[in-house]
């Protein structure tokens, strides 16, 4: 994308493949952070071998991956290879979870700080939009932000027991 550009997102295969893209594009931009926020990830391509080699192309000790859901019980299910890949690198992936937000609430959000966004504004519909305009990314950010403050640690790279 060029800079203060948006183009419209109006199908899930859309969806997926702007995703795809924003993976593709954090890679080559070496983008520092990258914020995905939805419920419950249900719907994101995640698990797909091309996503994992985008973010395996991204991923340094000087990167950050945070998700924000309201919880992450069926992701090992929905997007095992995902969770195959945060476990090597755990140092980087951080899940945060906010129970407080109803499903209807919670952003559907891929965002690079500076760079762009993936935001569906009906997750249902998948209509959304992907954008680098400064003041799209601010929205965007001030939103994720919002969601953050209420949230806590959750699902752990590894579980320890007995």
Do not use: Y
């Amino acid at each position: 994308m060029s800079e203060t550009e948006s183009r419209l997102i109006t199908s899930r295969s859309g969806f997926h493949d702007a995703v795809r893209q924003g993976f593709a594009a954090a890679a080559r931009l070496g983008c520092r952070e990258l914020w995905l926020c939805d419920a419950d990830f249900a719907d994101w391509p995640l698990g797909e071998r091309s996503v994992i080699e985008q973010l395996t192309r991204w991923a340094t000790s000087q990167r950050r991956l945070t998700l924000l859901a309201t919880q992450f019980d069926d992701m090992a299910r929905r997007h095992p290879r995902w969770v195959a890949w945060r476990r090597d690198w755990a140092h980087v992936v951080h899940c945060r979870a906010n129970t407080e937000l109803e499903r209807s609430q919670f952003p559907c959000v891929m965002l690079a700080p500076g760079a762009f966004s993936v935001a569906l504004s009906s997750p249902v519909q998948h209509r959304g939009r992907v954008s680098d305009v400064p003041a799209d990314l601010l929205r965007w950010k001030e939103s994720i932000d919002a969601v953050l403050q209420r949230s806590e640690e959750s699902f752990p790279a590894t579980t320890t027991g007995l």
